[in-house]
């Protein structure tokens, strides 16, 4: 059976809160019921709720209200599924709409103490490609996932994760707690007490894997009868690290089939999903040449030990110095950074500075730029 759920894309989350929320609570109605073995199609919108427009200038950037972040269409209530047991999602398609963007937010991103200004790439999704005007050269090789899939947290759940992140906060960690502002649904307990999408948990979330597209199979651990599921935030692209904190973020229709392992979660004691990769996702890294750089636990004289925040913050600034001589400037560097480069981990064990890993494909360029070409040879 197929069960379709859609979405008008001219209207905002808050006005389809039938079948649209952006928070996480056990209490948020079902927006269909699917059997074990159903195929569901359903629409999503982009991250920030159709904040970002195909128009020049970076006004809607700059005003961007973080607190709609992400719009999710569902829950799906699974019919069996129960705590304990694994839901299995396997995305058998995903097709983008026509626009997407990239933008870095003033104090989001992995490098938000250097880049404080808002800055924006609109992308125009054709043809297998990403092609932007604001990003000359560079056309980038569709590869969609689904940014955010999850299951609704129980109430224990919600709670222990309140708790700790509360703890986090008062620690100085970067937190968004819960607040009423922007909630949807906008209704109470859910408004007040809804955790924000912005962090992967043990529900699943905000992941943002790409290997997540079609192909793959998650293993959600169930934690409510039904297992609640929801998506959105979708990416036409993205790199391992999404650095300057967005990918080719775009509204798509994706196609899902649900299974469920009974007990699964309790009998192999999965807390966290796990999943099996999409194997054209995996193939991307292989079969492309590249030009990486590394980066180590040194930045400015200031040297600590085994820390892989600074080797990698190290490997990404080795990478925009990198694309600023290629003729980009700093900030089309970062944002293609986001959308285009991995960042891995080469070693964890040669103390005191670890080695992070910044690959870059070459056949995102139209014609690699010189200095890119000659380092690849």
């Excluded at 103490?113 to 092609?131: N, Q, S, T, V």
């Excluded at 109470?188 to 924000?196: D, F, K, M, N, T």
């Excluded at 894997?209 to 793959?216: A, E, K, Q, T």
């Excluded at 959308?339 to 910044?358: G, H």
């Amino acid at each position: 059976m197929v069960t379709r759920i859609t979405i008008n894309r001219g209207k905002r989350c808050v006005d389809e809160a039938d079948r649209c929320h952006n928070r996480w609570h056990p209490d948020i109605e079902p927006a269909a019921e699917v059997d074990p073995g159903d195929i569901v199609v359903i629409e999503t919108r982009d991250a920030l709720d159709g904040q970002i427009t195909a128009n020049p200038g970076v006004d809607d950037v700059a005003s961007a209200d973080l607190n709609v972040v992400h719009p999710l269409t569902g829950p799906v209530y699974v019919r069996g599924a129960k705590p304990g047991d694994l839901l299995v999602v396997e995305v058998l398609d995903i097709k983008a709409e026509p626009f997407g963007f990239t933008v870095a937010i003033p104090g989001f991103g992995f490098l938000r103490d250097l880049f404080d200004k808002p800055y924006k790439i609109r992308w125009r999704i054709e043809g297998g490609y990403a092609f932007s005007e604001d990003l000359p050269n560079v056309r980038i090789p569709g590869d969609p996932f689904l940014g955010v899939m999850g299951v609704a947290p129980s109430k224990e759940l919600l709670k222990e994760i309140k708790e700790r992140e509360d703890r986090l906060l008062k620690r100085g960690g970067f937190v968004l707690p819960p607040t009423p502002e922007g909630a949807v649904p906008p209704r109470e307990p859910v408004a007040s007490e809804g955790l924000r999408t912005i962090p992967p948990r043990e529900n699943g979330g905000n992941l943002d894997v790409r290997h997540f597209s079609p192909g793959s199979k998650i293993y959600f651990p169930v934690f409510v009868e039904g297992a609640l599921f929801s998506v959105g935030d979708a990416h036409y692209a993205q790199g391992d690290g999404e650095v300057c904190g967005t990918a080719i973020e775009m509204g798509a229709t994706a196609t899902l089939r649900f299974g469920v392992i009974s007990e699964g979660a309790k009998k192999y004691g999965i807390r966290f999903p796990i999943f099996k990769p999409s194997e054209s996702s995996v193939r991307r890294f292989t079969h492309s040449k590249h030009v990486a750089v590394t980066g180590v636990g040194v930045i400015d004289s200031l040297n600590e030990s085994e820390n892989a925040t600074l080797s990698a913050k190290h490997a990404l600034l080795n990478l925009i110095n990198l694309l600023e001589k290629a003729g980009y400037t700093r900030e089309q560097a970062y944002l293609l950074a986001s959308v285009a480069a991995d960042l891995r981990l080469s070693q964890l064990v040669d103390v005191p500075n670890f080695t992070v890993t910044a690959f870059l494909p070459l056949d995102i360029f139209i014609e690699p730029p010189e200095v890119l070409k000659k380092l690849a040879e």
